[in-house]
């Protein structure tokens, strides 16, 4: 693939940033290291391990939910080390546009390596909602926090969308919801992995009374996580004509910065109340599948897992 595609990663930049690096810039917050390297994907990592905002003394379960770019690239070594990690659903939030301009089938192969399937559940099913695309779309969105939000408030509202089939956020939070327990590991990408990716990665972990600024820091990563096609993605956007050439403008668009969810999550509560509440009155579940996605996801800090067994369960009922 030409180098110009801001979905194709270089071959002569590395996959992902070395660890160290990582370690040295991430918010020391976070889990540390915060990214897992595959060969072929980048921006992948595991959302969970961070805590909530409440003295039950919980953290989001580790090893269940995770999120990435792409899987274009991917190979078989690749797919054979996400197997290892247990992962058995994948959800692709991308766009036929977008699947098309990747040379890949409509609707993607569900079958993606043994014991995983890959569910096609796209935000906007006819819409490109590549950076390159968002630059055309949402001119503002590469001015500053502002035109992210622009941009983000249209994903939550066409993921929302009555009309949409495919119900792409509350299709994730069902199988998160699962009645028998914790479900197996889980897998959300889009093209990216920064903006559809980050806006449902961003309202699961405030559904789970993470603090704002933790989701945000989480949030930023993605400006690591991306580190090898920042400047492809630059390139592709100064030469094309919606930002005039402003390499400025460019790499804003490119960025992660944690204003840009901070500003969201503000107007996620101004428009919708809560996380729990858009999950219920505009997505449709219930307030007992809101307290199942909580049963499954959060675990006591207090009871780590010893060798073998895993971490208490924490209760459900969590501040809104």
């Known amino acids: 693939m030409a180098t110009s595609n801001p979905d194709t990663t270089p071959a002569s930049l590395p996959e992902q940033p070395p660890t160290a690096a990582l370690t040295q810039q991430s918010p020391a917050s976070l889990p540390s290291p915060p990214f897992l390297h595959i060969p072929g994907l980048v921006n992948l990592r595991d959302a969970g391990g961070y805590p909530v905002d409440d003295t039950s003394r919980a953290v989001v379960r580790r090893g269940v939910l995770y999120r990435s770019a792409d899987l274009t690239a991917l190979g078989d070594e690749g797919r054979a080390e996400l197997s290892k990690l247990g992962i058995a659903r994948v959800f692709d939030l991308r766009s036929v546009v977008e699947l098309s301009k990747a040379g890949e089938p409509v609707p993607p192969p569900a079958d993606v390596w043994p014991g995983a399937t890959r569910l096609f559940v796209p935000v906007f099913l006819e819409k490109d909602y590549s950076p390159e695309a968002l630059a055309t779309r949402f001119r503002s969105y590469s001015d500053g926090p502002e035109g992210f939000v622009k941009a983000y408030a249209a994903i939550l509202a066409s993921a929302a969308d009555p009309e949409n089939p495919y119900a ?56 690591l996580g991306l580190a090898p096609r920042h400047e492809s993605i630059i390139n592709h956007l100064v030469e094309g004509d919606a930002l005039g050439g402003d390499r ?28 729990e509440r858009y999950v219920i009155d505009h997505l449709g579940l219930s307030e007992e599948s809101v307290a199942q996605i909580r049963r499954n996801l959060l675990v006591r800090v207090d009871e780590e897992e010893e060798e073998g067994q895993g971490p208490a369960p924490v209760l459900s009922r969590l501040p809104n």
Not at 170 to 181: D, F, I, M
Not at 250 to 275: C, F, H, I, P, Q
């Open 168 to 223: 792409p956020f509350r299709t994730v939070l069902e199988y998160l919801a699962s009645p028998t327990g914790p479900p197996a590991p889980l897998l959300i990408h889009c093209t990216a992995g920064k903006d559809r990716t980050g806006v449902l990665i961003a309202l699961i972990l405030s559904l789970l009374n993470v603090p704002d600024s933790t989701i945000a820091d989480e949030y930023s990563l993605t400006d």
């Open 248 to 275: 400025t403008r460019a790499e804003n668009m490119v960025r992660a910065r944690k204003e840009n969810m901070l500003l969201t999550l503000t107007y996620l509560r101004a428009r919708y109340g809560s996380a």
